[in-house]
């Protein structure tokens, strides 16, 4: 059924009937929901030679879809390709790329999707950081993650105590302590609130490190604060 789409373009766009960018996103998106990704890219690519107005939700429509199909080297290609038309990716766009390498660990393409945000000007919203503490915590890469979260309560975006958690359980998991107390602190300092989640998990880890003393410490702690 889809692969008649292409046609009606044609036929629209050849007997003077008239098309606009709404029009067509609806047969990109049910494209992109049916994983005929070819097929939306190359109607896309009709929208923009056809001269239809197309905006960055069109775009990001079709990117989502490379992404979702696993080639986000192909989403980035066509980001690029249509910034030199002068279609600007905005930070969903970003977004969604960002998401789809950190899910994957494609720890290479991410690093050029953050090199051309940054050389576009896009800043990272809330959801930004939270995909990239995410996807750090998930590699490994808890210090990076660290900084993100420290680095949103400097630009005074609100950070749930739920990414602190993450962060401490991978310190714990990785068996690194200081770190994990080290962050702990840092949220306390910063007037974010631990709860039950954050403090049973640095005394877990603090109890297989055999630091029994700072582990009852904190558990006293938990007990006084309720």
């Known amino acids: 059924m889809f692969d008649v789409v292409p046609e009606v373009f044609d036929y629209m766009k050849n007997n003077g009937?008239?098309?606009?960018?709404?029009?067509?996103?609806?047969?990109?998106?049910?494209?992109?929901?049916?994983?005929?990704?070819?097929?939306?890219?190359?109607?896309?690519?009709?929208?923009?030679?056809?001269?239809?107005?197309?905006?960055?939700?069109?775009?990001?429509?079709?990117?989502?879809?490379?992404?979702?199909?696993g080639n986000v080297e192909r989403g980035r290609e066509l980001v690029e390709e249509m910034i030199g038309r002068g279609i600007k990716p905005?930070?969903?766009?970003?977004?969604?790329?960002?998401?789809?390498?950190?899910?994957?660990?494609?720890?290479?393409?991410?690093?050029?999707?953050?090199?051309?945000?940054?050389?576009?000007?896009?800043?990272?919203?809330?959801?930004?950081?939270?995909?990239?503490?995410?996807?750090?915590?998930?590699?490994?890469?808890?210090?990076?993650?660290?900084?993100?979260?420290?680095e949103m309560h400097d630009k005074g975006l609100k950070v749930d105590t739920y990414l602190y958690n993450l962060i401490i359980n991978r310190y714990c998991g990785l068996g690194s302590m200081d770190g994990a107390v080290s962050l702990f602190d840092e949220m306390t300092q910063r007037s974010a609130f631990p709860n039950a989640d954050t403090?049973?998990?640095?005394?877990?880890?603090?109890?297989?490190?055999?630091?029994?003393?700072?582990?009852m410490a904190y558990v006293n702690e938990m007990q006084t604060k309720g």
């Open 17 to 69: 009937i008239g098309m606009d960018e709404k029009t067509c996103t609806v047969h990109l998106l049910a494209l992109r929901s049916s994983d005929h990704v070819q097929l939306g890219l190359g109607f896309f690519y009709r929208m923009v030679e056809s001269g239809i107005e197309v905006s960055v939700y069109s775009l990001t429509a079709v990117v989502d879809g490379l992404c979702r199909s």
């Open 90 to 150: 905005n930070v969903v766009t970003f977004n969604v790329m960002v998401d789809s390498c950190a899910k994957r660990w494609n720890l290479g393409e991410l690093d050029r999707i953050l090199l051309l945000m940054k050389k576009e000007g896009v800043g990272f919203n809330d959801h930004t950081y939270k995909i990239l503490i995410d996807g750090f915590t998930s590699f490994g890469n808890v210090d990076e993650a660290k900084r993100l979260v420290l």
């Open 199 to 215: 403090y049973w998990a640095l005394i877990s880890g603090l109890c297989k490190a055999e630091e029994m003393g700072l582990a």
